[in-house]
């Protein structure tokens, strides 16, 4: 006799059909957005799956199924007592679970193979300790829309939200699926992939070390193990001369720029910024009264407050230029410094203006730990890379490259050139300014 019985609380399937001690169950699924019935069972040693679009054809298809198991049960494999006890003991195991013995028993075998023959237990144990509480199916797309959502909240430079959102939406376009599934021999295949510099390539692996970090506040991934990302090591860089202007080079730069230029060039060549720290900067962070330049966290690269020291060359070259806003106005600076740099016959190496001030500075200053403070860098790197790139007397030199002149600027900002008389210069006469007697004070 066929009995069709239906298993509450179970969403892996729907119905039992039974035959004897024989049972097929049907599982009811999804397949294309359509409802699917599907049955399954073992007959002579193999594992057989259908499936059907009608609940009612799934059933006859099972009730015969279940019929033809007992039936050959019935013929070729009488169970004796032990196994009959075996068998009705491991079905009253299942019973709770709605589970056929023939499933549970698929799935054991699976998962000791996928375990390697290790016992299911323990790894089962060590799964609910790493996993417990952890918000499953959180996806690296949404996990970074929130990680960069969170940024901004918290109030981290636009340049430094620019940066992540361009390194990790290239991550999270690269792998859709649950940031937990993603593993470090993928992330590592991923980097490999895109044939970056090492300095490049560790930045990479920096900002998604960062995700990741994120995601572990976020109970996304387990609180107390190493993340996929941090388990890879960095590309190891090769120490790189720092390439410097001489004295002489930086005299040619600055005689061959155009008056708009001057700010950029003498701040970056007499105090160290980096160029995108100029371009953030408004005068008002410029004190030529007390000496000092502020650059504030949002500006800085390295989001934290420093103060820089001004030069009296600095202070000569910037107090014509003074005026209010911006002190960059033109977002074409930077290819026009270089331009100008070449037409004067002068390569232009990156960042070569804070490489030759930090040179020059330490070779002034004796102190490392005082460069990092003004450069915004780590004592470490300063002492590692540009110690005893320059002599004293050239530092001296240096920091001793006034402007020709110290007129005093135009209402555009730009200097208004004193006229000069070649005679007198040629004689070594200097120019004098003609007396004026002082004002009585009285209305003419």
């Not at 006034?402 to 005679?423: L, Q, S, Y």
């Amino acid at each position: 006799m066929t009995r069709i019985t239906r298993v509450s609380g179970s969403d892996r399937h729907v119905l039992h059909v039974r035959s004897g001690s024989a049972e097929v169950p049907i599982y009811k699924g999804r397949v294309r957005g359509r409802t699917r019935y599907t049955i399954a069972y073992y007959e002579n040693r193999r594992r057989i799956r259908k499936t059907f679009a009608s609940l009612a054809v799934a059933k006859l298809e099972a009730r015969r199924a279940a019929a033809q198991i007992q039936a050959g049960r019935t013929q070729n494999l009488p169970l004796g007592p032990t196994a009959r006890t075996d068998y009705l003991a491991a079905r009253a195991l299942l019973e709770p679970f709605g589970t056929p013995l023939v499933a549970a028993v698929e799935e054991y075998a699976a998962a000791r193979k996928l375990l390697s023959g290790a016992p299911l237990l323990p790894a089962l144990h060590d799964h609910i300790r790493r996993t417990r509480g952890i918000k499953t199916g959180a996806t690296v797309p949404a996990v970074v829309a929130e990680f960069l959502k969170s940024k901004r909240q918290d109030g981290a430079s636009g340049r430094y939200i620019a940066q992540l959102r361009s390194e990790l939406n290239r991550f999270a376009a690269a792998f859709p699926k649950p940031i937990l599934h993603v593993k470090s021999d993928e992330i590592d295949d991923w980097l490999r992939g895109m044939d970056l510099a090492p300095r490049t390539r560790n930045g990479m692996l920096t900002s998604v070390r960062t995700l990741f970090s994120f995601a572990k506040t976020r109970s996304y991934l387990p609180k107390n193990d190493l993340t996929e990302a941090e388990s890879l090591s960095k590309v190891k860089v090769g120490d790189t001369d720092a390439a410097i202007f001489s004295p002489a080079q930086l005299r040619k730069v600055l005689g061959a720029a155009d008056p708009d230029l001057i700010p950029f060039l003498a701040i970056g060549a007499f105090a160290g910024l980096r160029a995108a720290e100029i371009a953030r900067m408004d005068w008002n962070a410029i004190d030529l009264r007390r000496r000092i330049i502020e650059i504030r966290a949002g500006q800085a690269k390295t989001a934290s407050r420093r103060i820089v020291p001004v030069s009296d060359n600095l202070a000569a070259w910037l107090r014509p230029h003074v005026t209010t806003g911006p002190v960059i106005r033109n977002p074409e600076i930077y290819r026009r410094v270089t331009s100008t740099a070449q037409a004067a016959g002068i390569e232009w190496p990156k960042n070569v203006l804070r490489h030759s001030f930090i040179s020059y500075r330490i070779a002034l200053v004796k102190s490392a730990d005082q460069v990092a403070l003004e450069a915004g860098n780590s004592p470490a790197i300063i002492f590692k890379h540009y110690r005893e790139l320059a002599t004293e007397d050239q530092a001296r030199e240096w920091f001793d490259i006034m402007p020709a002149t110290t007129a005093p600027a135009t209402a555009t900002g730009t200097r208004k050139p004193r006229p000069r008389d070649p005679g007198r210069r040629a004689a070594g006469v200097r120019h004098k300014p003609a007396y004026k007697k002082p004002s009585t004070g009285r209305a003419r």
